[in-house]
């Protein structure tokens, strides 16, 4: 149990576009998910927590007209990068948590190219 | 699925003794693995990696080992120190970036 998906795996989009990358809880209620953008060295950098029914809290620095993150249900987070450029080209993780404090269960990630 | 699995949830360990950390894995394509360390609130950060044609890294206090065979690979710290004290993350890949994250093993190093 405790499995976390990520939707697409991999993206291309043209300079200006939106994408939208889902991440869904699939056996189980996440009360907060978190997103994640890893950097060169392998750094996973927390950009936000979202908790179902509540805006998102993001971490200083992030733009969160950028990246908008919509916490729908219990089991989907959207991360919504708007108006994408290249240096957004990067590598995109969630995990979410189901109340256990220090457990989090990650998602695959997805692989974000602009062109 | 989980591909990775830490099932230790926490460890608690005396400061100046060895902490091990372990870490299990099905998928026999990963051939990359990492361990990263999580303060609270903040993102998970590197720590040291292994490829899959070595058994053992070592950097500093920090060792990992990889028994390909068994699947299993540990994070060995030692001296362990306060500040050591954090949850760690094993994550394995296949080649392509798709990592693939164990829930964590929280860490608690006693002075």
């Known amino acids: 149990g405790a499995v976390v998906s990520q939707h697409p795996s991999w993206v291309i989009c043209k300079s200006g576009t939106s994408v939208k990358i889902e991440c869904r809880s699939l056996?189980?209620?996440?009360?907060?998910m978190f997103w994640y953008r890893q950097f060169p060295k392998q750094s996973l950098m927390l950009m936000a927590t979202?908790?179902?029914?509540?805006?998102?809290?993001?971490e200083q620095g992030v733009e969160k007209d950028k990246f908008l993150i919509n916490h729908a249900s219990l089991t989907l987070s959207t991360l919504t990068v708007t108006s994408a450029h290249p240096e957004d080209s990067s590598f995109y993780i969630c995990s979410a948590s189901r109340g256990l404090p220090e457990t989090q269960y990650f998602g695959p990630g997805t692989r974000l190219l602009v062109l | 699925d989980q591909q990775v699995k830490q099932n230790s949830p926490s460890l608690s360990v005396q400061e100046g003794r060895i902490s091990i950390l372990n870490c299990d894995y099905t998928n026999s394509m990963f051939d990359y693995f990492l361990w990263y360390k999580k303060y609270p609130a903040e993102g998970p950060t590197f720590l040291i990696s292994?490829?899959?044609?070595?058994d053992k890294n070592e950097d500093g206090r920090f060792t990992v080992f990889l028994n390909k065979s068994a699947k299993h690979l540990s994070l060995h710290i030692v001296p362990s120190q306060p500040g050591d004290s954090a949850v760690y993350f094993c994550a394995a890949s296949a080649g392509n970036n798709d990592m693939r994250f164990g829930a964590g093993t929280r860490l608690t190093v006693k002075p």
């Open positions: 292994i490829s899959s044609i070595k």
């Open positions: 056996d189980f209620q996440a009360t907060t």
């Open positions: 979202s908790n179902e029914g509540s805006k998102a809290t993001y």
